[in-house]
């Protein structure tokens, strides 16, 4: 086949972590009206769209991916009418702005969480996922994506609610057809707003398989792409055939052999992000760069796509190390050779390529010297893990700070 022309397959994105890449009033927070500022960097830089992480009201305790209102702005970012500015400013310099879509899950401070814990009878209950249970026995041994159980008591009304990441991110049940109609109201109101798409977080997770079902290998497999995922992500593609947007979903545990489904003719999304090639969720030390598996990796997505769908290509985003750090020699001597290997490796794959902020001026992991200095919800754990298997906190924080996505967080270095 030819590929169809599409705005987004002839463009470079760029991901910004909004309060790390440029402070514009000093309260040491980055914020829209920074990003606003750096507007014709970014054109001189030669990208077509910026994909924004969440900007959303939030308690923060997943850096911004816990959402306590879909339609608002957090205060130290700015203000909804600093946002249209920032749109209007992208669009006259020739950018188009994609949001970050978080719908697997929100915050237990929204107030549809607020009102489901009241109790069963009430209307916002079934926007949530429910089990009765005692205290005493969880209602299956499915573990979290950042570690322990899945499962968190609630005793006023004597049910467990399901959370794939943090307790505090309660996640949305996708079988109520209300929750799903406020979701699609919710995502018209933004695309009628003018932005140009979404990235679509932890996507690959809104389908759940049945309690009974026990995990594989793969600790996350009960809640990773199940059968029947493709009923709702029909429905939400749907809502985005009604606009000319780019659709980016992050799909862990879809495989090369999957993707033509997921970004095909027929497919849920224009570009997957796939984890083949990135150990997202590792946490181990990295060892010698095994060249061979990292090329395999690529090379299978290229070729499962080739002429059915097509990549996004990226070595970094805000949820691990940087890939100078992790795939590079951070020498004096080889760093510079390393962070343009890097960006030729990857810019001359078939797909759309997306530079992570700092990742141009080849940024390298930060020199963490205490778990103090880490914010990310998963470090914090692992660290109190290790301590627990043994390690002294001199091991620990060692192993931590090579591993955490705070390595991707550091300031945007200006100067």
């Known amino acids: 086949m030819t590929y169809a022309k599409a705005w987004w397959k002839e463009a470079v994105g760029y991901q910004i972590y909004p309060a790390s890449f440029k402070d514009s ?11 606003r500022e750096k507007i014709p960097y970014l054109k001189d830089l030669g990208i077509g769209f910026i994909w924004i992480n969440p900007i959303y009201p939030s308690p923060f305790i997943d850096n911004g991916y816990d959402i306590s209102d879909y339609q608002g702005i957090l205060g130290k970012f700015g203000t909804m009418e600093d946002f249209d500015l920032l749109l209007a400013e992208a669009h006259q310099a020739g950018i188009k702005i994609i949001m970050d879509l978080v719908i697997n899950h929100s915050s237990d401070q929204h ?7 009241k109790s069963k009878e009430n209307p916002y209950h079934d926007y949530y996922i429910w089990v009765d249970g005692i205290p005493e026995e969880k209602p299956n041994e499915w573990q979290s ?11 006023e009304i004597q049910q467990y609610y399901l959370h794939i990441f943090a307790k505090e991110q309660p996640d949305l049940n996708w079988e109520s057809t209300q929750l799903k109609n406020e979701l699609f109201t919710m995502i018209r109101w933004w695309l009628d707003k003018g932005i140009d798409g979404f990235r679509l977080d932890a996507i690959s997770h809104v389908k759940k398989d049945k309690y009974s079902v026990k995990a594989t290998e793969n600790p996350f497999s009960p809640f990773q792409n199940v059968s029947g ?9 749907d809502v985005f055939d009604e606009y000319d947007i780019l659709t980016v979903g992050e799909a862990s545990g879809v495989t090369a052999e999957e ?6 003719p027929d497919g849920y999304f224009d570009m997957i992000f ?27 997505w290229q070729t499962s796509l080739d002429g059915k769908g097509w990549n996004a290509l990226y070595m970094e985003n805000h949820d691990v190390p940087r890939s100078v750090s992790v795939f590079g020699d951070t020498s004096e001597e080889f760093w510079a050779i390393s962070a343009k290997a890097i960006a030729m490796m990857y810019f001359f794959l078939q797909g759309t390529p997306f530079i992570y902020q700092g990742q141009e001026i080849g940024m390298t992991n930060a020199p963490f010297t205490s778990i103090e200095e880490i914010d990310a919800v998963d470090s914090k754990r692992l660290f109190r893990q290790l301590i627990q298997e043994g ?9 931590v700070a090579d ?6 967080r550091t300031p945007m270095q200006w100067s």
């Open 111 to 117: 107030e549809w969480f607020i009102e489901a814990k």
């Open 25 to 35: 009033n000093g309260d040491g927070i980055g914020d829209l009206n920074g990003i």
């Open 259 to 264: 993707g033509p489904e997921w970004v095909g």
């Open 145 to 155: 994506i950042f570690g322990g159980s899945v499962w968190e008591y609630e005793p």
């Open 274 to 300: 796939e984890f083949d090639h990135i150990s997202i969720w590792k946490h181990e030390k990295e060892g010698e760069l095994d060249v061979l598996q990292l090329k395999k990796a690529l090379s299978d």
């Open 403 to 408: 591993t955490t996505r705070d390595n991707g």
């Open 391 to 399: 390690k002294s906190e001199a091991e620990a924080l060692d192993i």
């Open 229 to 237: 995922i493709e009923e709702h992500l029909n429905e939400l593609k």
